[in-house]
Nanobody
């Protein structure tokens, strides 16, 4: 059974960098069948895709946040990480990692991390 376990702080100060990690079990981040995505949901809003890392390590970001977003991976730990820099209160959201079988829709999700940007 695939499981995605998220870790990272729930409170970040404005202008700092948000960093969240998603550790995969039951699958490999290098499996040539999936994208590994970060998605968020701000209060009262819909899901917003932040970016993705592929099995080969290629990354693609939402144009809305491309200049502030970085997604990386550690294949030895089977995990991938989201970093969002220069955060503001508008970045307050529940952040999710998810597995996407090549555009067919997310089939496994992390548990979600409430991140609040506040001083």
């Amino acid at each position: 059974q695939v499981q995605l376990q998220q870790s990272g702080p729930g409170l970040v100060k404005p202008s700092q960098t948000l960093s969240l990690t998603c550790t995969i079990s039951g699958d490999s981040i290098t499996t040539n069948a999936y994208y590994w995505s970060w998605i968020r949901q701000a209060p009262g809003k819909g899901l917003e895709w932040m970016g993705v890392i592929t099995h080969s390590g290629s990354v693609y970001y939402s144009p809305s946040h491309k200049s502030r977003t970085s997604i990386s991976r550690d294949t030895s730990k089977n995990q991938f990480t989201l970093q969002l820099s220069s955060v503001t209160p508008e970045d307050t959201a529940v952040y999710f990692c998810a597995r996407d079988p090549y555009g067919l829709g997310y089939d496994f999700w992390g548990q979600g991390t409430q991140v609040t940007v506040s001083s």
